[in-house]
């Protein structure tokens, strides 16, 4: 009927949001979906797609983590040696705290999406699936020059809520703490078909109508694993267990 569906398909309980960059309109956009599905269907789970997002603003981020948390730190930008600059916490002003929640990230989520996915996983607020993040937490200021062009300078960096560093310096191997890991560090990366199987289902699903029927809808959720597994994590969740130990 050309509305939204955030729905999965057979897994009406879940709702199913792709955040691919962080705008001006991002947190708004968000925070009326969820309402609107709310006052539909309240979803009992939420998945949240973070790969391939290369990030946006801070200040979006920040908002978009605090729907999800109502107290605690989100982020902070510390300077040379450390210094910290700016702190940025949550508020508990219109927060959905308590849903269980799954995020997706790749090698391609960084900066934004980055300080989102840390913060989710800090707080246990989120289960994170999938590949280690980029590891893009620098601040860089532009500088005019004199005779024209810019100076891009970093200027402080992003840290996460544990105090861990996110940018990953040019001279940081695997095993130091940069980025995001996916959680008890399984990580779950598709091959090259499959990557591309997931790209093709996805553009034909957001050049078809929207409705759940569409046959787009089930050809996109086929070609994910990724998505199938969060799937499985959140209906453990809101399922009742047949163990009656």
């Not at 790969?51 to 981020?61: K, M, P, V």
């Not at 605690?72 to 002003?93: H, P, S």
Request: with cysteine; hydrophobic share 35%.
């Amino acid at each position: 009927d050309t509305e939204w569906n955030y729905l999965l398909p057979e897994d009406e309980k879940i709702a199913f949001f792709q955040i691919t960059d962080f705008g001006d309109l991002t947190a708004e956009e968000l925070r009326n979906a969820i309402m609107e599905i709310t006052q539909q269907e309240p979803p009992e789970a939420m998945i949240i797609d973070l790969r391939d997002n290369s990030g946006g603003y801070l200040s979006a981020a920040v908002d978009v983590s605090d729907l999800f948390l109502s107290e605690g730190n989100i982020v902070t930008t510390r300077g040379r040696g450390g210094t910290v600059r700016e702190t940025f916490d949550a508020k508990a002003e219109d927060t959905w705290s308590e849903i269980p929640m799954v995020l997706l990230i790749n090698g391609d989520t960084a900066s934004a999406s980055e300080i989102f996915a840390a913060c989710m996983q800090d707080h246990q607020r989120a289960s994170i699936l999938g590949e280690r993040s980029f590891g893009k937490g620098s601040v860089q200021q532009m500088i005019p020059l004199p005779y024209g062009g810019l100076l891009k300078l970093t200027t402080a960096s992003y840290h996460r809520p544990s105090g861990e560093n996110i940018h990953r310096r040019p001279t940081m191997v695997e095993e130091e703490q940069w980025g995001v890991k996916p959680d008890n560090r399984v990580e779950m990366s598709p091959d090259d078909a499959q990557r591309k199987r997931r790209y093709e289902t996805r553009a034909a699903q957001i050049a078809s109508p929207v409705d759940a029927e569409n046959p787009a809808n089930r050809a996109a959720y086929d070609a994910d694993p990724l998505l199938k597994e969060a799937v499985k994590m959140l209906k453990r969740q809101i399922e009742p267990s047949d163990d009656k130990n």
